[in-house]
């Protein structure tokens, strides 16, 4: 039940230079990092075009947020997370509590793109305000604890982890 | 050793929101009492009523949305295990209440067992609380500026508390006590020892949340509540001798943090990455610049006798840290709160994200603008009351009304929250 606790915790660590862990190492994480960052300017813009009803522009910055958002849940679903659990020997944890919130911003993405369709700013704000939050906590707890987990487990036997994870996130 | 993720200490949703749904009563009691006491609320800062105002704000508002802010903090952004909060919570909680009203009605009524009794209550209930959560952020294994920053503000509390339980005993059984002294160290260890650092080291946490704006540097993020810490320790060394002087040097460093802090934030404010602003964002930026607005004030009575000296000068710097600083950074925080733990909460019993009500449904948006508009006009209103007291009671009504509506608000996503938790039972 470690997740479902872990997940209605709600307000999630410190800022990334506020909390971090010891464990700096290689970082593989790194670009998981920076696409935190992206993610969250193609949502500001999506969101400023929605709340002024530029729908066409809103459209566009969305659909940027949800490709980029979807690669990057895949890339940790799909290799990074699969990695950790088999190098850590932890499978039902701290990935379990990640790809459970996956889910529920999946959820509030959904909503925004029918939002987008309908050109409903009030829902389009809503549900970004609460996915905005729920993502803010979710990359606190990733860049705080998971990464570094990720990164100090798999520094030793890492294999072609770094490259595959690149390769997702990247859609190539 | 590293913190980990499973933060599974979360406290039930009854654990916070008992105190935040409570917090707003105490304002409006603030506005009904400025509304029935009329200027004379106001005329010093040792008038009954201003003592009674203030400790209605400070440990009524103020106190409740702290302690129920930190039990849902502590485990969750600090990783500390809270000991069985939902006894912590419903022993502590009414016992503040209790507490709080015992102390206003003393300062009013001026009875000696009254003071007792509220410095009994407020020792046993804060010394259980202390000790329950100083346990949880002393052991947790996470670092970082909030966790020094609840470490220092636990601390704080304790000063705040030792020092006023000791005042409200020596000034209902007339002790032989340096009363100002004492009432200027409780009040130093109070707004900046417990707090400032409490806002400092929430903010750092939730001003990039909220607004996406960078963090806040590392270096003053470590600075400013050490620098409170400090300034309250030295303002406490007056009691060695004849050292007030201490005390005004202690307040002012204190002053000085704040500043660097609210600078900050503003700083950060305008480099924010989300262009979108709303009340909460309004009501926090109003904060900081109260804070602004209360060291230039210091200034201009250090170097203008006339204003420094007039009685009303401490009622003023008074109204702007309780009313303009905390009152709006607190009222401004509880409209994401609250809305966000209805949601996570309804998640936790089942609802799928996207059947749930989304933050914006649960608290109408034009009903938080409509408050936060009345609250910076009460808070306004109140800083000119000092400078024409018939403006007393319109501003003691505007209060009143403005805590009301912030409560109904409340009330307003709590019964979201129970309708779609009821739904779902009924499926």
């Given at each position: 039940m470690t997740g479902v606790k872990a997940a209605a915790a709600g307000f999630g660590n410190n800022p990334p230079s506020l909390l971090r862990t010891?464990?700096?190492?290689?970082?593989?994480?790194e670009p998981l990092r920076e696409q935190h960052k992206h993610c969250d300017d193609l949502f500001a813009a999506a969101e400023e075009a929605a709340q002024s009803a530029h729908w066409v522009e809103c459209k566009a910055q969305f659909a940027e947020f949800r490709s980029e958002l979807e690669a990057h849940f895949s890339g940790e679903e799909t290799v990074l997370f699969p990695a950790f659990e088999q190098a850590s020997?932890?499978?039902?944890?701290p990935t379990q509590v990640m790809r459970m919130e996956h889910t529920q911003m999946r959820g509030l993405v959904e909503q925004m793109a029918g939002a987008v369709d309908t050109h409903d700013a009030a829902e389009f704000c809503g549900a970004g305000e609460t996915l905005l939050m729920l993502m803010q906590q979710h990359n606190m707890k990733e860049e705080n604890i998971l990464y570094p987990m990720c990164d100090q487990t798999l520094?030793?036997?890492?294999?072609?982890v770094e490259e595959r994870l690149k390769a997702v996130i990247e859609k190539k | 050793m590293q913190p980990t993720?499973?933060?599974?200490?979360?406290?039930?949703?009854s654990v916070p929101f008992r105190f935040l749904l409570t917090a707003p009563l105490f304002g409006v009691a603030a506005g009904l009492l400025l509304l029935w006491l009329g200027p004379e609320a106001l005329a010093?800062?040792?008038?009954p009523g201003a003592l009674a105002l203030t400790h209605l704000i400070t440990t009524g508002f103020m106190l409740q949305a702290m302690c129920g802010a930190l039990l849902q903090l502590?485990?969750?952004?600090?990783g500390g295990n809270v000991w069985r909060p939902r006894l912590v919570a419903g022993l502590v909680h009414p016992a503040l209440i209790v507490a709080a009203l015992s102390l206003v009605a003393a300062f009013l009524s001026m009875r000696p067992p009254l003071f007792v009794s509220a410095a009994v209550l407020f020792a046993a209930a804060l010394g259980f609380y202390l000790s329950v959560v100083g346990i949880a952020v002393l052991r947790t294994s996470a670092q970082g500026a909030t966790v020094l920053a609840l470490r220092i503000a636990l601390l704080g509390l304790a000063a705040t508390a030792v020092l006023g339980a000791t005042l409200a005993v020596g000034f209902g059984l007339r002790l032989e006590l340096p009363l100002i002294e004492l009432a200027n160290i409780h009040t130093v260890w109070g707004l900046g020892g417990w707090s400032m650092v409490l806002l400092t080291g929430i903010s750092y946490l939730l001003v990039p949340m909220f607004?996406?704006?960078?963090?806040?540097p590392l270096r003053m993020a470590f600075a400013v509540p050490t620098a409170l810490f400090a300034a309250s320790a030295l303002a406490s060394l007056?009691?060695?001798?004849?050292?007030?002087w201490l005390g005004e040097v202690g307040a002012f460093l204190a002053l000085a943090a704040a500043v660097g802090y609210a600078i900050t934030s503003l700083w950060l404010q305008r480099r924010r990455r989300r262009k979108l602003t709303d009340s909460t964002f309004h009501l926090f930026r109003s904060a900081m610049i109260a804070i602004l607005l209360t060291f230039a004030s210091c200034v201009a009575f250090e170097f203008v006798p006339a204003l420094g000296e007039h009685p009303r000068a401490p009622v003023w710097l008074g109204i702007l840290v309780l009313f303009g600083v905390f009152t709006l950074a607190i009222n401004g925080a509880v409209y994401k709160i609250v809305p966000f733990l209805n949601w996570l909460h309804l998640q936790r019993r089942g609802v799928t994200a996207g059947a749930a009500p989304n933050m914006k449904q649960m608290i109408a948006e034009s009903a938080i603008r409509r408050q936060a508009r009345l609250q910076l006009a009460a808070v306004g209103l109140l800083l000119a009351a000092v400078l024409v007291p018939e403006l007393t009671r319109p501003a003691g009504a505007l209060l009143a009304a403005s805590f009301a509506l912030l409560e109904a608000n409340l009330i307003a996503g709590v019964k979201v929250y129970l309708r779609v938790s009821r739904a779902i039972q009924a499926a």
């Open positions: 010891k464990a700096a190492m290689t970082s593989i994480t020997g932890m499978s039902g944890g520094a030793v036997a890492s294999g072609d | 993720l499973s933060f599974e200490q979360a406290p039930p949703i010093s800062r040792w008038a502590v485990p969750v952004a600090a607004q996406l704006t960078p963090a806040y007056q009691l060695a001798g004849n050292l007030r």
